[in-house]
């Protein structure tokens, strides 16, 4: 099955702690290609980094084999975590388990397919602007995207800092809310990381997973029109059947306006570009990495090493960041970029004043078929328009299956206040409950 | 601020020429196929940012504070550790390409 849909780019075990328990002892735990394991080469889905072996494991890591999880395997992505569908990988597409015609969503294809195919009980991805709630949706998985700076990213290979945040993909709500457990916390590797004990209104002693218990009586979901337009007919049926069985047991819905979110995919583009035009700087081919057999000067070496090394999706990222923050552009894309950012964070703001969880289709569209995308960059852009609008305003949200339409999975993303992963847990696991 | 990337028309236009200079600033090489099919594809990718216009002047308030440690040695990579993954070593550091 493995080798069928290509979810694993290396497998190779990192033993789990014998002796612990809780829920997460003997577990199996796929761990996203750009999350780095000590002796276990970690390559980014990258010709860059194919021979890259990490002298240390990311935080996240130890954290899991610490609480007896056991690591069967480094999972298949889009190259650096650029794409939505993990056929910009260079060790080739992943297939979705469900329909191995189709894509398994990335970034984090990989991670959700293993869990989808039975590969692994848990898997770790990063979602930069939806890598995790995505393939979540296409997979029929659930994905748990977190509040920035609740999970360390000591050890994940940057690609856009000020967005990403390492989270967990499991087969059940309470399941992906167990790992969050395991992960979550300050680490002094990682400054971004928060102490919750300083936080105000969070809760350091939560169990994510003990608040997986379907019980969203009293509770109100905001319904964004934004979100629904535009999307597939089928997606948006299936998620708004799954968003009245809320109100049956017992959920208040309003409908909401966030206005902000129109501009939210071009907004997160432009800043996830400049950051990563600026964090791939660092593959030079000197320290580690693919290096090109150049004897040019430094310049053109350098040039040549990166021609080699990134793919297309890749190139297209590194040049359109360093266009938006070349002199005479910087004003016309990064700043108003930045303006949409600090606009989404407060049209969240003010929707979290009336309502405790914001509920939305995952993806507006059903997966895709292999390839269907590839040639097209500004259509796969345009997937995301519904999970970048939580990157940027930096909130928790997770991705949990809604049903079938035509025999695919569609998934029904909830959003919640900053800290706020208890509310969106519980609201997921009365959807899981249907 | 320049607006010399919008045409007559408001649309973003991206010649060859200027997918090379910022391959340049970037250090990376492009085929010229490449180039071209850059060309074309940022059209439309910067004609969709144009969007961006539209979002007003925003109050960006964060809250964010300085995280800060004790300066005390911490063990760290050994100097083999820190060489190991690269293509070329010379006793006991990184080798380059020539400066010039």
Known sequence: MAADINAFVTEATIEGDADADGPLADATVAVKDNISTEGIRTTCGSEMLADYVPPYSATVVDRLTEAGATVVGKTNMDEFGMGTT????????????????????????GSAAAVAAGEADVALGSDTGGSVRCPAAFCGVVGIKPTY?????????????????????????????????????????DGTTR???????????ASYAAAADGDVDGMTVGVPTELFEGADERVVETVEAAIADLEARGAETTEISLPSVEHAVQAYYVIAMAEASSNLARFDGVRYGHRGESDGNWNESFAETREEGFGAEVKRRILLGTYALSAGYHDKYYEKAQDARAWVRQDFEAAFEDVDVIASPTMPVLPF??????????????????????????????SVPAGEADGLPVGLQLVGPKFGE??????ASAVEER | MSDTAASDDGAAAVDAEEVRHVADLARVRLADDEVDEFAAQFGDILEYFEALDEVPETEREEELVNVMRPDEIEEGLSQEEALANAEETEDGFFVGPKVS
Request: net charge negative; hydrophobic share 40%; no cysteine.
């Open chain 1, 195 to 205: 102490d919750l004990s300083e936080v105000t209104g969070a809760d350091p002693s």
């Open chain 1, 86 to 109: 993990t056929e910009t990988s260079a060790f080739g597409p992943t297939r979705n388990p469900v329909d191995t015609d189709r894509v398994p969503g990335g970034s984090s294809g």
């Open chain 1, 369 to 398: 078929e292999l390839g269907e995308s590839l040639d097209d960059p500004l259509r796969m852009y345009l997937a995301d328009a519904n999970t970048t609008p939580a990157n940027l305003a930096n909130l928790p949200a997770i």
């Open chain 1, 149 to 189: 700076g609740l999970v360390s990213r000591y050890g994940l290979i940057a690609y856009a800092n000020s967005l990403e945040q390492i989270g967990p993909i499991a087969g059940t709500v309470e399941e992906a809310a167990a790992a969050l457990d395991v992960i979550a916390g300050d680490d002094p590797h």
């Open chain 1, 422 to 427: 208890e509310t969106i847990v519980r609201a």
